[in-house]
T-cell receptor, first 115, second 115 residues
Framework: AQSVTQPDIHITVSEGASLELRCNYS??????LFWYVQSPGQGLQLLLK??????LVQGIKGFEAEFKRSQSSFNLRKPSVHWSDAAEYFC?????????????FGEGTQLTVNP | NAGVMQNPRHLVRRRGQEARLRCSPM?????VYWYRQLPEEGLKFMVY????????ESGMPKERFSAEFPKEGPSILRIQQVVRGDSAAYFC?????????????FGEGSRLTVL
């Protein structure tokens, strides 16, 4: 069974600083990997996804993530954080099995942005 | 092009009452997933349905919880005799097909509060 670990429960950065949110996964084959963002009281918005091919993927809002098979990681990065990026971020792993497109989520990383 | 629609957005119930949460998938999507998010936690898979079929209910509590996705109408998540521990956000997601990119499209959630 697949699993996802987000080691950082809470991260605080200053506006304009760079950001990296960590994600480690466990899955036997090549996974499908996702990053979602959730603002308070809202649903989940997809930031980016990795299925195959280029291991560096670009997403919306200036985010990118790099798939590193050797480290079982899919860390999310942004070169310069904006105050509006404050939210909770979830990494998820999926697999195409007979049971459909089921996603397993990490526990989330809460991002606070200081002015 | 409406996304995944969930209602009600907020629901308050007293212990022992029933809660019914509805989800209309995106147009053209025939696969529905329900996830639960407890306070300060990530999303946990509950159940995966296709029209008139429950495909995977391995994440559903054994008692009081049921789900359906009828031929016509929305998917319904039903919680009987609610308890305080059922207070959570319940998210519905849909996908267009069994084998695809693995991406799920999420609704904005239904937030259940049990008094």
């Amino acid at each position: 069974a697949q699993s996802v670990t987000q080691p950082d429960i809470h991260i605080t950065v200053s506006e304009g600083a760079s950001l990296e949110l960590r994600c480690n996964y466990s899955y036997g084959a090549t996974p499908y990997l996702f990053w979602y963002v959730q603002s308070p009281g809202q649903g989940l918005q997809l930031l980016l996804k990795y299925f195959s091919g280029d291991t560096l993927v670009q997403g919306i809002k200036g985010f990118e993530a790099e798939f590193k098979r050797s480290q079982s990681s899919f860390n999310l990065r942004k070169p310069s954080v904006h105050w509006s990026d404050a939210a909770e971020y979830f990494c998820a792993v999926g697999a195409q099995e007979t049971s459909g497109s089921r996603l397993t989520f990490g526990e989330g990383t809460q991002l606070t942005v200081n002015p | 092009n409406a996304g995944v629609m969930q209602n009600p957005r907020h629901l308050v119930r007293r212990r022992g009452q029933e809660a019914r949460l509805r989800c209309s998938p995106m147009k053209g999507h025939s696969h529905v997933y329900w996830y639960r998010q407890l306070p300060e936690e990530g999303l946990k898979f509950m159940v995966y349905l296709q029209k008139e079929n429950i495909i995977d209910e391995s994440g559903m509590p054994k008692e009081r919880f049921s789900a359906e996705f009828p031929k016509e109408g929305p998917s319904i998540l039903r919680i009987q005799q609610v308890v305080r521990g059922d207070s959570a956000a319940y998210f519905c997601a849909s996908s267009p097909r069994l084998v695809g990119t693995g991406e799920l499209f999420f609704g904005e959630g239904s937030r259940l509060t049990v008094l």
